[in-house]
């Protein structure tokens, strides 16, 4: 090889390590350590060099994912031990019939109770993780049992966004040489509500259900779209395999299933709080029933229980049958879908002037809770699943939360049925409606729709974004109605009385039977939750803005680029487009956005409210805030950095030594002269794993 060639060849392969680990410290930490402008920099001379030498490129190369076209088929991983799958029971005997053979394989006397622990059936992806020496090393995805894909650098950044603990990139407590880790990636149901409402408005194709949509963000070839995706990694299974001479060291870790769960749960994984140990099928079946309602009430998705003998010698003694192992079962619920009648459909407004189709049915019970509407994405979802007015429709909900309409059912047609056409002019204010080219959506142009005021106060007060606790889409209605509120500004102005007015008209007991607090009182906790929501950070502020194509993570992106405000507003297309993950489209609609006096008005009169836009996101509540910490020793999960980033995302402080004033010490191996003046003063000290604790804490 000619030197040039030579050369360009090594700076090629540096300056690729150097933007993969950027990309990781941004992506997956969350701790960016190169400034855009360098990043830019250095992804610009590896295009030049990649460019002026083709025969060099690569199609792993950090330059062949910006498109997001596919740039590698996933590897494929045989599975060291076949992942199987559960056999189904249906039915109360087939379940006494799976402990009967249990008792029966084991020698068991009939009357006396097997042990089996109970675990909500996961409906999401399964994944296998490989950890050798506490690090994480490969994943992948179930595929057919024997052959998986390597989904590792994806993985990777699953719980990145805080959904749950996620995949630990190293474990805590002492692992064995290899663990192999099983357990299921999910969206939670409201992150999956959130997600799709998204992609609709961006006008593509919605995800049907929660498990789609996991799988879906985890089987992404740019790794970056899945580190955008708040994805959660449940375990369930481990096995420790290898050791010497092909001994069996997982054999005598663990003595039960229950025990390994516990270590899971040490070693730093998010185990299922849900899961119980029974003694003998009544308590197993208990526990199916009691499940059978709470399941719509958990986080995420779950379709069944699933049974396990708990002891694992037992467990290696029964083995598996073809396909199942003998040990454990899947008690399924049956699917809750039911029919009913379309009564109406129309077209509701939301924030940004998008007209959705709502489906009112005959009200149905499902999953828990009685369904009257149903939205559909667009005008295509409706064509295409060709509903009409007056049809029978199958009704589910997707995720066992969104209420969905699965089809019509066409053989009950009388010929009365009659299809929706979108009005010409906004129900709400009138204005024109329009579907542009290339759009799958109709928007009324009204620029002072109240329909879309209250879309967009209701989504300036969400949790999310400014966290106004209280404000949902009922009360934001009678604001506007009541001509109160005609920006987010004016929502810090409203009188005490309009409060008290608005909470004084008869309210329904709520769903947990709770009635509702006197209006005076509601009115208080009013006026303290938006005094509460001026305290905002700048991603939270942006993201409440509702600026076209900011989600909360580009609010996020933005915020750490810009810092302040100030900076944002000033920032000219170009600038936009510099800022990482922010295209073309969405820098030039940003800039409209931020160029549009009337907007620089609302903003500017709520700073004049007394809202604010701190550049970090510090937490005001939880464990840490306003905590001052000392970090001895060394910590095995994370570096002195790490720790210390953790502590004060959540509104704590590091300090380097310990006196009165120390809350609390955080200390890891070796810890030494720091560890015993703590104790001397008696300051409260911790290991890694409480640590670990209080970091996971909800709230924290
Ligand atoms: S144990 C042989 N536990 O169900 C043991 N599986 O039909 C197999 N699943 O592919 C795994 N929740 O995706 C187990 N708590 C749980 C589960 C669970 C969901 C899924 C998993 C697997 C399928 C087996």
């Not at 030049?48 to 740039?71: I, K, M, N, Y």
Request: hydrophobic share 40%; with cysteine; glycine share 8%.
């Amino acid at each position: 090889m000619s030197e040039p060639i030579a050369f360009a060849r090594d700076r090629i392969e540096a300056l690729r390590d150097q933007i993969r680990a950027a990309d990781h410290a941004y992506y997956v930490l969350d701790q960016p350590v190169l400034s855009d402008a360098e990043y830019d920099r250095l992804m610009a001379e590896l295009s030049e060099l990649e460019a002026a030498h083709p025969e060099l490129r690569t199609p792993d190369s950090p330059t062949q994912r910006v498109s997001g076209a596919p740039s590698e088929k996933f590897a494929r991983v045989v599975h060291r031990e076949p992942m199987l799958s559960l056999g189904n029971v249906q039915t109360d005997g087939e379940l006494d019939e799976l402990d009967a053979r249990v008792h029966r394989m084991l020698g068991l006397p009939p009357e006396e109770p097997v042990r089996y622990v109970v675990e909500p059936k996961l409906d999401g992806l399964a994944v296998e993780l490989v950890y050798e020496r506490g690090r994480f090393v490969q994943g992948s995805t179930r595929g057919d049992g024997v052959n998986g894909e390597d989904v590792t650098v994806n993985l990777r950044t699953v719980g990145r966004l805080g959904a749950n603990r996620g995949v630990p990139e190293r474990l805590a407590g002492s692992p064995p040489p290899r663990l192999e880790v099983r357990g299921e990636v999910l969206l939670q149901k409201h992150h999956f509500a959130a997600m799709n409402q998204v992609i609709a408005r961006q006008g593509g194709e919605p995800f049907a259900n929660p498990r789609n949509a996991a799988a879906g963000s985890l089987r992404q070839l740019d790794w970056r779209i899945t580190a955008n995706r708040p994805l959660s990694f449940i375990a369930y299974e481990a096995l420790a395999p290898g050791g010497d001479a092909g001994r069996d060291p997982g054999r005598d870790r663990w003595k039960s299933h229950w025990q390994k769960l516990q270590e899971l749960r040490d070693l730093g994984f998010e185990t299922n709080p849900e899961n119980r140990l029974c003694l003998g099928m009544g308590e197993v079946k208990a526990y199916r029933d009691r499940m059978a309602d709470r399941r719509f009430e958990l986080p995420y998705d779950t379709d069944g229980v699933v049974v396990k003998v708990d002891d694992l010698d037992w467990r290696r003694r029964l083995g598996a049958a073809s396909k199942f192992p003998r040990w454990a079962a899947a008690f399924k619920y049956p699917p809750q879908e039911e029919a009913t009648r379309v009564e109406k459909i129309w077209a509701s407004v939301g924030r940004t002037g998008i007209l959705t189709p709502v489906v009112e049915v005959k009200p149905v019970r499902i999953s828990g809770a009685l369904i009257s509407r149903a939205t559909l994405h667009n005008e295509d979802e409706m064509r295409r699943k060709d509903i009409l007015e007056g049809d029978w429709v199958l009704i589910r909900r997707a995720g066992e939360v969104i209420p969905e309409v699965v089809k019509p059912l066409p053989e009950r047609r009388t010929g009365a049925e009659r299809p929706f056409v979108f009005p010409a002019t906004c129900p709400v204010c009138g204005a024109r409606v329009v579907r542009e080219e290339g759009e799958k959506v109709y928007r009324c142009t009204g620029s002072a729709c109240p329909a879309q005021l209250v879309g967009r106060l209701t989504h300036f007060a969400q949790r999310r974004a400014m966290d106004i606790d209280g404000l949902g889409d009922k009360l934001a209605a009678l604001l506007v109605e009541r001509g109160l509120v005609k920006e987010f500004a004016d929502l810090y102005a409203v009188p005490f009385e309009e409060w008290q007015k608005a909470f004084s008209r008869p309210r329904k007991v709520d769903a947990k039977g709770q009635k509702p607090e006197l209006p005076e009182k509601s009115a208080q906790n009013m006026v303290e939750a938006l005094e509460r929501s001026k305290k905002a950070t700048l991603r939270r502020l942006l993201f409440a803005l509702g600026i076209p194509q900011v989600g909360e993570a580009t609010a996020a992106t933005l915020a750490r680029h810009f810092g302040d405000l100030e900076r944002f507003f000033a920032a000219s297309e170009e600038e936009l487009i510099g800022v990482r993950d922010v295209g073309k489209e969405t820098a030039r609609e940003i800039r409209a956005w931020t160029a549009e006096p009337q907007n620089q008005r609302v903003v500017r009169r709520l700073l004049d409210a007394g809202v604010t836009a701190a550049p970090e996101e510090v937490a005001a509540r939880g464990f840490f805030a306003g905590k001052t910490l000392v970090l001895t020793g060394s910590l095995a999960r994370r570096s002195r950095d790490e720790a210390k980033a953790e502590i004060e995302r959540r509104g704590g402080k590091v300090s380097g030594s310990v006196s009165r004033k120390t809350d609390l010490v955080v200390a890891g191996e070796d810890a030494g002269s720091k560890l015993k003046k703590a104790q001397e003063l008696g300051v409260k000290v911790v290991g890694e794993e409480e640590f670990d604790r209080l970091l996971a804490e909800p709230g924290s």
